[in-house]
């Protein structure tokens, strides 16, 4: 998750770039033991020269990593820090990390387990009274701390406003990150405890739970009882920035695609993403998960939850035998033929990743100062794997029974899915279709290549290019067929809702483009007689260069909050469809002109499109809070 530009005249050139990447990011799409040996080996290897062609190749600034193998932590360093004066990256330079946040405060939670402070049956609503949790399934199914730890609570993930704003500040109280007015916010979209679905606000309410529970900020406490401990002395929960009065030297600049520089700002979801760290601290923090949560010989985490570390408990998908998934802190990852206990990290500016391999004892962690859309990341995990030479995961066989995969084949949409606030681009855009090719099953989508599916038994299937069973197949009390990877639900539908949403979003633009060329057509031709009906939709379609203007002259993380853009936005997604309506009339009370019969059918296919987004609550469209 996120954080300031360095200066607007640096990022001028920038700002179509970085809207279309980061709208696109959020809508498909805000993660030691007491071993202080942190020696290199004499003979270690030097993957510098690999990762710093990789680096040049990929436009990446710099990158710093630290792995663990036989007790040993070895750290590096390649590329820079801050490319504008040339500062080398260093093993010991400090780094954002966005989601791999989560992996640390869930330790700390963990720890609060231990201590007996909490359970993982603690219910929020005990804890947090003050949150408006909207829970259908309260009596059977509370949303508790075990459940916001593995992501399986039901709550949405992040809103615009709470992700891109320029409002908070470090001190701000995480309760301001959900407003009591917005009933929606907290609305539980599945039963607690029985899908996966990742929250950014659940995270958040974790550090409201550790504030709770010991009486001060998440971040003072963290750091003086999980930290220290820990000896990671250079890491901190604390906001740091690369400006102004929070400026540490030590902490690399980010950057997006074409070395465009950003600093780091405050955030309302906090907890979620906000972690400076090191390499060499990140190595101690591995240490202890590897060492089975034991620090210098005592157990610091109880051993019953570090089993339950990434490996989903009770859930749909795990009940059916589906070992992929998120457990307590990590999600098991099945790359490359091998299977890792896993989290990646995004925030502005920078990406990092951390991977355990319990079973050879092996772990890395790299984090990288530039978040480029465009960039192959997966090549470093890669890297990484081979480096320290992890054991591939024996691959999984068909049994002599398997499933009717003819019975799956349809379309199928996400259930739930990531985020509420776009639904409806999920719905047109993000669902996929199966089909039966050759005894696999064929999974089809528009923002993916086309993936094989082996079944293995009754419930189970693999994905050919992994290891072991990848998906599952769960029929719910209703009836109704689900497709799970264990970090996301399809639920089979009818092909005739997706046509006729398409249907909608397809002539809905078609109108719009009728009337835009139509009437323009018209006022330069000065035909008064005809011109009249499209005249107050074709100025509405052009108020719209407004917003356009007025987004592409601010910070782009100002997007979530209430300024120029959002409101002349917002009123003229408000105003479109009233001037829809209003030539409509026009036309029928100017007696139904024939020769304007086509005017009128554009302008009822664009006002169809108005209504359903009216209904998807995408108009008019207000992405501040």
């Known amino acids: 998750m996120n954080s300031d530009i360095s200066g607007p005249s640096s990022v001028a050139t920038e700002k179509a770039s970085r809207y279309r990447g980061w709208i696109v990011r959020l809508i498909l799409g805000l993660a030691i033991s007491g071993v202080h040996q942190v020696a290199v080996p004499a003979e270690s290897t030097d993957w510098t020269p690999q990762i710093s062609i990789l680096l040049e190749q990929e436009q990446l600034a710099g990158m710093v990593w630290s792995t663990l193998a036989d007790g040993v932590i070895e750290t590096g360093s390649a590329g820079f820090a801050n490319v504008a004066n040339q500062s080398a990256m260093i093993d010991s330079q400090k780094v954002h990390v966005g989601s791999?946040?989560?992996?640390?405060?869930?330790?700390?939670?963990?720890?609060?387990?231990?201590?007996?402070?909490?359970?993982?049956?603690?219910?929020?609503?005990?804890?947090?009274?003050?949150?408006?949790?909207?829970?259908?399934?309260?009596?059977?199914?509370?949303?508790?701390?075990?459940?916001?730890?593995?992501?399986?609570?039901?709550?949405?993930?992040?809103?615009?406003?709470?992700?891109?704003?320029?409002?908070?500040?470090?001190?701000?109280?995480?309760l301001d990150a959900f407003p009591p007015s917005d009933k929606k916010l907290l609305a539980v979209r599945s039963m607690p405890g029985t899908q996966y679905s990742y929250s950014?606000?659940?995270?958040?309410?974790?550090?409201?739970?550790?504030?709770?529970?010991?009486?001060?900020?998440?971040?003072?406490?963290?750091?003086?009882?999980?930290?220290?401990?820990?000896?990671?002395?250079?890491?901190?929960?604390?906001?740091?920035?690369q400006e102004g009065a929070f400026a540490s030297k030590k902490l690399a600049m980010g950057y997006f695609e074409n070395s465009v520089p950003q600093a780091s700002l405050p955030m309302y979801l906090r907890p979620a993403g906000q972690f400076t760290t090191t390499a060499p601290d990140i190595g101690k923090l591995m240490a202890l998960m590897l060492n089975d949560g034991q620090l210098q010989g005592t157990p610091f985490i109880k051993p019953e939850l570090m089993r339950w570390l990434a490996y989903p408990n009770n859930t749909?998908?795990?009940?059916?035998?589906?070992?992929?998934?998120?457990?307590?802190?990590?999600?098991?990852?099945?790359?490359?033929?091998?299977?890792?206990?896993?989290?990646?990290?995004?925030?502005?500016?920078?990406?990092?990743?951390?991977?355990?391999?319990?079973?050879?004892?092996?772990?890395?962690?790299?984090?990288?100062?530039?978040?480029?859309?465009?960039?192959?990341?997966?090549?470093?995990?890669?890297?990484?794997?081979a480096a320290l030479s992890i054991a591939e995961s024996p691959l999984e066989h068909p049994?002599?029974?398997?499933?009717?995969?003819?019975?799956?084949?349809?379309?199928?949409?996400?259930?739930?899915?990531?985020?509420?606030?776009?639904?409806?681009?999920?719905?047109?855009?993000?669902?996929?279709?199966?089909?039966?090719?050759?005894?696999?099953?064929?999974?089809?989508?528009?923002?993916?290549?086309?993936?094989?599916?082996?079944?293995l038994n009754q419930a189970l299937l693999r994905a050919t290019d992994r290891s072991r069973a990848s998906h599952g197949?769960?029929?719910?009390?209703?009836?109704?067929?689900?497709?799970?990877?264990?970090?996301?639900?399809?639920?089979?539908?009818?092909?005739?809702?997706?046509?006729?949403?398409?249907?909608?979003?397809?002539?809905?633009?078609?109108?719009?483009?009728?009337?835009?060329?139509?009437?323009?057509?018209?006022?330069?031709?000065?035909?008064?007689?005809?011109?009249?009906?499209?005249?107050?939709?074709?100025?509405?379609?052009?108020?719209?260069?407004?917003?356009?203007?007025?987004?592409?002259?601010?910070?782009?993380?100002?997007?979530?909050?209430?300024?120029?853009?959002?409101?002349?936005?917002?009123?003229?997604t408000g105003l479109l469809p009233l001037t829809l309506l209003v030539a409509i009339l026009y036309w029928f009370k100017s007696r139904k002109n024939a020769s304007l019969l086509s005017d009128v059918v554009a302008l009822f296919m664009s006002l169809q499109l108005c209504l359903v987004l009216f209904y998807w609550d995408l108009m008019p469209l207000v992405f501040w809070r």
């Open 100 to 174: 791999v946040t989560k992996t640390v405060l869930a330790v700390g939670v963990m720890r609060l387990i231990t201590e007996g402070k909490l359970t993982l049956d603690s219910e929020i609503t005990a804890l947090l009274p003050e949150l408006a949790i909207d829970n259908p399934w309260h009596e059977t199914a509370p949303v508790t701390v075990g459940t916001l730890l593995a992501h399986t609570a039901g709550l949405d993930n992040t809103r615009m406003w709470q992700f891109m704003s320029a409002v908070p500040t470090p001190d701000t109280p995480l």
């Open 200 to 241: 950014n606000m659940g995270y958040t309410i974790l550090g409201m739970v550790i504030e709770a529970v010991v009486g001060e900020r998440y971040e003072k406490y963290l750091d003086k009882n999980l930290l220290k401990p820990l000896g990671m002395t250079d890491s901190s929960f604390e906001f740091v920035s």
């Open 316 to 385: 749909h998908a795990s009940n059916i035998g589906l070992q992929v998934g998120h457990g307590l802190a990590l999600a098991v990852r099945d790359r490359h033929g091998v299977i890792g206990l896993c989290h990646p990290g995004t925030t502005i500016g920078f990406r990092a990743y951390l991977c355990l391999f319990p079973e050879d004892g092996k772990g890395f962690f790299y984090a990288i100062n530039t978040d480029n859309e465009t960039a192959n990341y997966e090549q470093f995990v890669a890297l990484f794997i």
């Open 399 to 455: 049994e002599s029974q398997v499933m009717d995969i003819e019975a799956l084949t349809g379309f199928y949409l996400p259930s739930p899915n990531n985020m509420a606030e776009f639904e409806w681009l999920d719905l047109v855009f993000n669902f996929i279709w199966l089909g039966v090719d050759n005894g696999k099953l064929l999974m089809r989508s528009l923002q993916q290549d086309t993936r094989e599916l082996l079944p």
């Open 473 to 572: 197949v769960i029929v719910d009390e209703t009836g109704d067929i689900l497709l799970t990877n264990g970090l996301g639900t399809f639920r089979k539908t009818s092909p005739f809702k997706i046509a006729a949403y398409w249907i909608s979003l397809v002539s809905g633009l078609l109108g719009l483009l009728y009337i835009l060329c139509f009437g323009l057509l018209r006022i330069i031709n000065r035909n008064a007689n005809k011109r009249k009906v499209l005249a107050l939709p074709v100025a509405c379609l052009l108020g719209f260069s407004i917003p356009v203007y007025f987004y592409l002259h601010q910070p782009f993380f100002e997007f979530g909050d209430k300024n120029a853009a959002s409101i002349s936005l917002a009123l003229m």
